[in-house]
T-cell receptor
Framework: SQTIHQWPATLVQPVGSPLSLECTVEGTSNPNLYWYRQAAGRGLQLLFYSVGIGQISSEVPQNLSASRPQDRQFILSSKKLLLSDSGFYLC?????????????FGQGTRLTVV | QKEVEQNSGPLSVPEGAIASLNCTYSDRGSQSFFWYRQYSGKSPELIMFIYSNGDKEDGRFTAQLNKASQYVSLLIRDSQPSDSATYLCAVWSYQLIWGAGTKLIIKP
């Protein structure tokens, strides 16, 4: 069966510090991978998605970046965090090559920038 | 801009009653529709999906789709306190478009 791992679960970082969140998927090959952010009481904002190694699409311009160095690894990064980067970050995967497919989520990372 | 709209709530329902959650979408070409449940501080989990007009039942949950009116709903029968959560509607339109969610509170 497929599983998705995301870590860390919580993170408190000072303004201006770097960020690296990692997500890995097991039990499937060539998944679509996604990074979402959810502000308190809000819906899901798609930040990045990837259909393959090295292929990253950005939905929202900001000081975050994403990379996919391996087929089942997706990394969210920032060189300098802002207060506005606080939120709940979710990694998700879906089956590549099919439309109409649901997304499966990791446990999420609660990021607080102080 | 493709949009998915949900009433943010909170929707308060007595235990044992039917909870009705609604969602409207803007892209008439949308083909798949998903309901996720999200407990506070947790990630969303898929409850149901529906592709065709009409009703789809799974246990206490029923999804209803009306493509002509561009709405999809979720009914929860015999509501339990454990159903208290935020329910997210997602619509596939070349990517998943998400509603902001409806907070449901089941009162014992």
């Amino acid at each position: 069966s497929q599983t998705i791992h995301q870590w860390p679960a919580t993170l408190v970082q000072p303004v201006g510090s770097p960020l690296s969140l990692e997500c890995t998927v097991e039990g499937t090959s060539n998944p679509n991978l996604y990074w979402y952010r959810q502000a308190a009481g809000r819906g899901l904002q798609l930040l990045f998605y990837s259909v393959g190694i090295g292929q990253i699409s950005s939905e929202v311009p900001q000081n975050l970046s994403a990379s996919r160095p391996q087929d089942r690894q997706f990394i969210l990064s920032s060189k300098k965090l802002l207060l506005s980067d606080s939120g709940f970050y979710l990694c998700a995967w879906s089956v590549l090559g099919t439309s109409n497919t649901e997304a499966f989520f990791g446990q999420g990372t609660r990021l607080t920038v102080v | 801009q493709k949009e998915v709209e949900q009433n943010s709530g909170p929707l308060s329902v007595p235990e044992g009653a039917i909870a009705s959650l609604n969602c409207t979408y803007s892209d008439r070409g949308s083909q798949s529709f998903f309901w996720y449940r999200q407990y506070s501080g947790k990630s969303p989990e898929l409850i149901m999906f529906i592709y065709s007009n009409g009703d789809k039942e799974d246990g206490r949950f029923t999804a209803q789709l009306n493509k002509a009116s561009q709405y999809v709903s979720l009914l929860i029968r015999d509501s339990q306190p454990s159903d208290s959560a935020t329910y997210l509607c997602a619509v596939w339109s070349y990517q998943l478009i998400w509603g902001a969610g409806t907070k449901l509170i089941i009162k014992p």
